[in-house]
């Protein structure tokens, strides 16, 4: 007996509902809404085939994403559609991942790509949570993401995402050359570099005798120690303070009792320049030297890394730029070129040099 047709109503009210959610979220999964309507999913995908063909959406595997004017505009001057569906897992949203996630928003816009972003920590468990969770859900074509890199727990991590079925690219991490992964790409800032341009702009100020301040187990760290280590070998310079450490995760007393143990290393040594990551520590460094009676930059030049913040502190702090919007952007159009290319295009791998700006907080030496 056939079946009696389905009210032409119901079927308008459920592609309207999928265009709600579509605008509300940039896309949907077919076993989502068969599941929250009560219907098929055979249902489901009629109705996103009858919007697909209408201009309205974009047919994504398991699911849909709204499709904007850029779609039309190259498909009309390529002819064809490139829609891109790219998972992007950072490990903050409160502090110098922002600005690389501005740029990776600009480039998608201009590129045709749909980013989902998805916030993360810097724990391997969580991260690899974050990104198993947004590959599941299905309709990826690709991943960004900055995950650990260092130790047993980094290394499998890597690993990991060098398995995966879609094209991944890191932002703002590498891998170690021992893993020898052949498939995973990378955008960078040099932070080597930066180590090495933070030595020769105090070398240059006349400073022979300075120090470094690093976070402890940040990915950063490793890499401006690394570069530092080189530049003040080769200019000749001592390195009598050298402190890793985390002042955000000591309570008052002891964050006061480390600052001001850094700043005694400084005066016995007679270093007259630090070299500190990240900004906030500067910030602290800073504050607690003036005071206590400390002249900056007169008694003792610091210069920063990352400069989030380095620029509002009193007097202004010299900072060194990672290129954040950039690294973001590239990342974007590397993962675009190699969707574009396949396996016939080879793997990149970029690096990107951070930018220093001089301030108020280092000046020549007055004495050494």
């Known amino acids: 007996m056939e079946q009696p047709s389905e009210p032409p109503a119901f079927g308008l009210s459920r592609r309207e509902h999928i265009l709600d959610e579509l605008r509300r979220s940039g896309s949907v999964r077919v076993a989502d809404l068969a599941r929250e309507l009560g219907v098929s999913e055979l249902t489901i995908r009629r109705d996103i085939g009858l919007l697909a063909d209408r201009g309205?959406?974009?047919?994504?595997?398991?699911?849909?994403?709204?499709?904007?004017?850029?779609?039309?505009s190259v498909q009309g001057s390529a002819g064809r559609g490139i829609r891109y569906r790219v998972g992007m897992i950072v490990p903050s949203l409160s502090y110098y991942w922002p600005h690389v996630i501005i740029g990776a928003r600009a480039a998608a816009t201009e590129l045709g790509v749909q980013l989902i972003l998805r916030g993360a920590s810097y724990a391997v468990?969580?991260?690899?949570?974050?990104?198993?969770?947004?590959?599941?859900?299905?309709?990826?074509?690709?991943l960004i993401v900055a995950p650990e890199t260092l130790g047993p727990d980094g290394r499998a991590l890597l690993h990991w995402l060098e398995s995966l079925p879609i094209p991944v690219v890191l932002a703002e991490r590498r891998v170690p050359s021992?893993?020898?992964?052949?498939?995973l790409e990378w955008v960078t800032t040099d932070h080597v570099f930066g180590g090495s341009l933070a030595a020769a702009h105090l070398a240059s100020l006349g400073h022979r005798h300075v120090g470094i301040l690093t976070s402890e187990g940040s990915p950063t760290s490793w890499q401006l120690r690394r570069g530092w280590d080189r530049a003040i070998a080769e200019l000749g310079l001592d390195c009598d303070v050298d402190v890793d450490a985390t002042l955000d995760a000591l309570d008052g007393a002891a964050r006061e009792e480390l600052v001001a143990d850094v700043l005694r290393q400084c005066r016995e040594t007679?270093?007259?320049?630090?070299?500190?990551?990240?900004?906030?520590?500067?910030?602290l460094l800073e504050q607690y030297a003036l005071d206590h009676g400390w002249a900056i930059p007169e008694d003792l030049a610091i210069v920063a890394y990352d400069d989030e913040v380095a620029e509002s502190a009193d007097p202004p702090i010299t900072a060194l730029r990672p290129p954040k919007q950039d690294i973001g952007r590239l990342a974007v159009e590397m993962m675009v070129d190699r969707l574009e290319g396949g396996a016939r295009r080879p793997v990149r791998r970029t690096y990107v040099l951070p930018v220093l700006y001089p301030r108020a907080s280092s000046a020549p030496v007055l004495h050494d």
Do not use: C, F, K, M
């Open 56 to 72: 309205l959406v974009t047919r994504v595997h398991g699911g849909a994403t709204l499709r904007s004017r850029l779609d039309t």
């Open 125 to 142: 468990d969580d991260q690899r949570r974050q990104i198993a969770s947004l590959v599941e859900s299905g309709g990826l074509h690709g």
């Open 178 to 183: 021992a893993l020898a992964l052949t498939s």
């Open 270 to 283: 007679a270093t007259t320049a630090l070299l500190i990551h990240n900004d906030p520590q500067a910030v």
